[in-house]
Every structure is written in structure tokens, then in C-alpha cells.
């Protein structure tokens, strides 16, 4: 049976692997829940490596139609995404 992570717990795992892709691991503790994070160096490749890693990494499968830049804007916006992926309610 997988447990499913808490809010707090995906949110740490959502910067760590936004840092690793940027490939600034300083920004893992600095990431503002609301900013764009193409503020932060993230380009269409790279958000493209998120979403992978996202969803190996959570064991979730985004839609063709998911796929758009208002769900991956803004931590924020991805950690709302995932989370109700996932089935946990923040």
C-alpha cells in the first residue's frame, strides 16, 4: 500500500527537484511558493524535465491536456496540481 506524502512533505520534494533541474540546489531553501519559477532560470526544456521527474517521482501521470504553463507557473501551482494528483487535500 503507498502512503501518501503530506503537504509539507511533497512541497520539500517540489523544491528539491526544482533546484535539481535549475541546477541551483541554494534555491531548494529559497523558493517562494508564488513567484514564477522561470524567474528562477527554468526554460520549456527544463520544465519538461520537471514534469518527468514529478511524476516518477510521485507515481502520477499528467494529461496532454494538464500539460499547460498556468499548472507549472508557480510552486504553488504545481504543488496544487500534484497534490490533488495524489489525492492529499491542502
Do not use: W
Not at 520539500?12 to 541551483?24: F, R
Not at 520544465?47 to 494529461?63: T, Y
Request: aromatic residues 6%; glycine residues 2%; negative net charge.
Amino acid at each position: 500500500m503507498m502512503t501518501l506524502p503530506s503537504s509539507k512533505a511533497m512541497t520539500a520534494d517540489l523544491k528539491h527537484l526544482i533546484a535539481e533541474v535549475i541546477e541551483k540546489p541554494e534555491l531548494e531553501y529559497v523558493l517562494d511558493m508564488e513567484q514564477a519559477i522561470e524567474e528562477y532560470g527554468i526554460d520549456s526544456m527544463k520544465i519538461i524535465r520537471l514534469i518527468v521527474l514529478i511524476e516518477s517521482r510521485f507515481n502520477i501521470a499528467f494529461a496532454d491536456e494538464e500539460l499547460v504553463l498556468d499548472n507549472f507557473s508557480t510552486l504553488q501551482s504545481i504543488a496544487d496540481k500534484v497534490l490533488a494528483k495524489c489525492g492529499v487535500h491542502s
